[in-house]
């Protein structure tokens, strides 16, 4: 920015305009560089999505975010992105987060397949408070877990559910005045479903503690434990006073 007076997000803003048209997995072994082309053309022909959708997402070549790297046991490769375009102007929240796109590679950097889930929140601001923050300004997290046996894999998103909105007052003894801070903070769940490796077919989601009386998001630390056999989410209802420990079998 001091030598060009270009700043980053007007970069940003211009390489949101290109389309490209093929990602390139290279590999660096014993002094060598090998690379892999996969056109984003092949990424649409091997996409699929879970049944409750009437088609796969096609990916369109416009950036995205990267949410997670994932290796599996064989060495191969789960990377997952986020689509998302320009949102309306907030400086902290530039941007409005879309479709799921979870791609398998082989060690090598050949396809297997895409898997697509659509993500899109855009009806979910939070408890009817009228928050500049909605759910969808904020990317979400993907990562995958194997079965015991190898043959499944547990697709996990960590994603915004809901806006919280906490108000503070603090009085000014010397003007007499009362200032009224307001301030709204994103609260996450987990949509969960399972990907059959073998048939190359994805599940449904379902929602975590959806079967509960009450509304329960993750602590924001220390949410999640990974055992052999099972996956522990930890959450907690918004006024804290409730807990739900929930456990998903791996397999």
């Not at 108000?167 to 200032?179: A, E, L, R, V």
């Not at 056999?229 to 209802?237: G, I, P, R, V």
């Amino acid at each position: 920015k001091d030598e060009t007076g270009i700043t980053q997000e007007k970069i940003d803003e211009q390489m949101d305009l290109l389309t490209y048209d093929v990602f390139v997995f290279s590999a660096l072994r014993e002094g060598k560089v090998t690379s892999k082309l996969t056109e984003v053309e092949e990424v649409n022909k091997k996409a699929t999505c879970p049944p409750d959708m009437k088609k796969p997402l096609k990916f369109d070549g416009k950036m995205f975010t990267v949410n997670n790297i994932d290796f599996l046991t064989d060495k191969s490769i789960v990377l997952s992105i986020q689509d998302f375009k320009k949102g309306k102007s907030n400086a902290a929240y530039p941007y409005i987060y879309k479709g799921l796109f979870m791609m398998h590679f082989t060690s090598q950097g050949e396809l297997i397949k895409n898997y697509t889930v659509n993500v899109d929140q855009k009806d979910k601001k939070g408890f009817f408070n009228n928050s500049p923050l909605t759910t969808d300004m904020i990317p979400t997290s993907s990562s995958v877990y194997e079965s015991q046996d190898k043959s499944k894999l547990n697709w996990i998103m960590h994603i915004v559910k809901a806006i919280d909105k906490e108000s503070t007052s603090d009085w000014n003894y010397f003007g007499g005045t009362t200032t009224i801070t307001t301030t709204y903070s994103p609260l996450y769940s987990i949509q969960y479903g399972k990907i059959d490796l073998q048939s190359q077919k994805a599940g449904d989601f379902k929602t975590l503690g959806e079967d509960e009386n009450r509304k329960y998001y993750l602590f924001p630390s220390n949410n999640v434990l990974s055992t052999d056999q099972y996956l522990y989410f930890f959450s907690e209802t918004t006024r804290g006073d409730k807990m739900l420990i929930s456990r998903l079998n791996r397999d």
